[in-house]
């Protein structure tokens, strides 16, 4: 399984844009890249997936580069709401999840 | 329907009793998930079933044994755990374990071992 290396934390501030960049150096050719929100005393819920260029859904956008060693989730607008863990997952079976972004969001 | 339902939302158990957990999910998935989580930790996958047969056990202790009595159906039953084992476990499903895929969370059972 590639290993994935997050920020710890980041904080933002309501309404700004949040961009939280994973490396995955190891990345197979059958893996895909998936994020992942979890609030507290909750089960993760799906953000979104991809595996090469962009993907964009209601919530997020990911940024895959050409190499896939790297991924970035971008969460616009954040809110208050948005404050939570992301994990980010390369598998192409499993879900390993790594330590995970903390994300706070401030008024 | 897009639920994960998980029962009890909280457990206490002594080290000598024995418990079960329930998942239950209506999808239509063919593939369910138990995962254990420590506080300000990830979840660590347990055990995948495919199909109704476990695929993967993630070299978990015996004292934790999964059964999949149907296509819906996920159970996780308890015996002789540690306080060690105390956490919030996690059901998930998907449709299958053909990537890519998405998994749906349940909202997990706290677990207290004492």
């Known amino acids: 399984l590639a290993k994935t290396t997050q920020p710890i934390s980041m904080d933002s501030y309501e309404g700004q844009e949040v961009n939280i960049t994973c490396s995955h150096n190891?990345?197979?050719?059958?893996?895909?890249i998936t994020w992942y929100q979890q609030f507290p005393s909750q089960g993760p819920r799906f953000i979104i997936q991809?595996?090469?260029t962009k993907v964009t859904n209601e919530v997020a956008s990911l940024f895959i580069p050409a190499d896939r060693k790297s991924s970035t989730l971008s969460l616009p607008r954040v809110s208050l709401s948005d404050t939570a863990v992301y994990y980010c997952?390369?598998?192409?079976?499993?879900?390993?999840f790594g330590a995970g972004t903390t994300v706070t969001v401030r008024a | 329907d897009t639920e994960v339902t998980q029962t009890p939302k909280h457990l206490v158990m002594g080290m000598t009793n024995k418990k079960s957990l329930k998942c239950e999910q209506h999808?239509?998935?063919?593939?369910m998930y138990w995962y254990k989580q420590k506080a300000k930790k990830p979840p660590e996958l347990m055990f995948v079933?495919?199909?109704?047969?476990?695929?993967i056990n993630e070299s978990v202790p015996s004292r934790f044994s999964p059964e999949c009595p149907n296509s819906s159906l996920l159970n996780l039953h308890l015996h002789a755990l540690q306080p060690e084992d105390s956490a919030l476990y996690l059901c998930?499903?998907?449709?299958?374990?053909?990537?890519?895929?998405?998994?749906?969370f349940g909202p997990g059972t706290r677990l207290t071992v004492t």
């Open positions: 998930a499903s998907s449709q299958d374990v053909t990537v890519p895929y998405e998994q749906y």
């Open positions: 079933y495919s199909y109704e047969k476990l695929s």
């Open positions: 999808m239509g998935h063919r593939a």
């Open positions: 991809g595996y090469k």
């Open positions: 190891n990345i197979a050719t059958n893996d895909y």
């Open positions: 997952l390369v598998s192409d079976y499993k879900l390993s």
